[in-house]
């Protein structure tokens, strides 16, 4: 197909080995996030959306003119998890598609339980977080803003879809007229997937990996999972068995040089243990450590990501039994 109009004049929209690739624009750091969208055997196949904001639906409805369909085309809306450059309009493009929302399992679970709250936003909020917070001695002040933000910075940009329909980790899709298996992989989001064809030797690899920047592996305090450093290298050692696989990010260009990438990132994840490893001397709490590994701006959530990166190292010392970790309930502190 032979794509012309504005978008694809501006790179917003491309056609790359048979997907569709929508470039959406984000109010976060990391500025944009890629979208897809492919003709399946039922109907056509969206990946992901982008933030709920005026420009990532006008996008999306001159993508479609661009490519020749309409919404109704659209029957399936696959999210590869639920943080606001991925969810983000899809309560939206449901109402428009009549199509339902897939999502994993976990992930619905986690986003009820941290995410769409139809009490009370700020009190629901607070008492799914506030005890985890206090537990790694996150600062109160800091509790109180992330609850600010989150209400009045986040949210808005990915409420609830109306219906949304679990998929579990093995699964098969349909996109383009090939299988595609589901591969939950909990870091970054507790129900994050992959979508991977081995015949066709492709990977969406949603945020496991960005071309373009690094992406954390972490979601704290919004995760039930511990040892996420762990399961990160586990899936690094799964995805170096894929080979040379074509990815397609969430984030920046598709790339074919995987290994590669997964080793710069377990290299950089080796040496922050590194520096862990040097800084606990005899008792620590995730608190106290954080701000003493990364460099902070003023800005909640990367005190959140730091927090949540800093335990996901102690965790796994601990595991390793280099670290000692000592739950008191209220207070959690790893220890030589
Ligand atoms: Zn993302």
């Known amino acids: 197909m032979i794509l012309k109009g504005e978008l ?16 959406q624009s ?10 897809f969208l492919t003709e399946s055997s039922e109907g056509w196949s969206v990946i992901d959306i982008g933030v709920d904001l005026p420009r990532t639906r006008e996008v999306w409805e001159k993508a ?11 029957n399936q809306i696959y999210i590869t998890h639920c943080h606001p450059d991925h969810l983000g309009a899809a309560r939206w493009l449901q109402q428009m598609a009549e199509a339902p929302v897939f999502m994993l399992e976990e992930e619905i679970r986690r986003a009820n339980d941290f995410m769409f709250f139809t009490a009370d936003f700020a009190e629901s909020y607070r008492k799914a977080i506030e005890t985890e ?4 001695s996150f600062s109160d002040a800091l509790v109180d803003e992330l609850i600010r933000s989150w209400r009045d910075d986040v949210t808005p940009l990915f409420p609830r ?5 679990p998929l579990v980790g093995g699964q098969t899709i349909d996109l383009r007229g090939e299988k595609f298996e589901i ?3 909990p870091v970054h989001a507790d129900g994050q997937f992959l979508l991977w064809n081995e015949k066709l030797n492709h990977l969406f690899i949603a945020d496991f990996i960005a071309a373009n920047s690094y992406i954390h592996f972490s979601d704290w305090p919004h995760t039930r999972r511990s040892n996420l450093l762990s399961s990160l290298f586990e899936d690094i050692e799964r995805l170096l068995s894929f080979g040379e696989p074509r990815v397609f990010p969430g984030h920046g260009e598709s790339f074919n040089d995987l290994p590669r990438r997964l080793q710069v990132l377990r290299q950089r994840h080796l040496r922050r243990l590194d520096k862990v490893r ?7 709490t995730v608190g106290e450590l954080y701000p003493q590994l990364y460099e902070l701006v003023d800005y909640v959530h990367l005190d959140r990501i730091a927090a949540g990166e800093t335990l996901g190292y102690l965790e796994y010392l601990d595991y390793m039994g280099e670290l000692q970790k000592s739950d008191q309930g209220d207070r959690v502190t790893f220890r030589r």
Not at 8 to 23: D, K, Q, V
Not at 26 to 35: F, G, I, S
Not at 133 to 136: N, V
């Open 8 to 23: 694809t004049h501006h790179g917003i929209l491309r056609e790359e080995a048979g997907y569709f690739i929508i470039r």
């Open 26 to 35: 984000m109010p976060y750091p990391l500025a944009e996030n890629n979208v």
């Open 64 to 74: 479609l003119q661009e490519i020749g369909i309409s919404f109704r085309h659209i």
């Open 278 to 284: 040097q800084l606990v001397r005899s008792e620590v």
């Open 133 to 136: 917070c206090r537990r790694q």
């Open 183 to 185: 591969i939950p992989t």
């Open 161 to 165: 879809p109306e219906l949304m329909v």
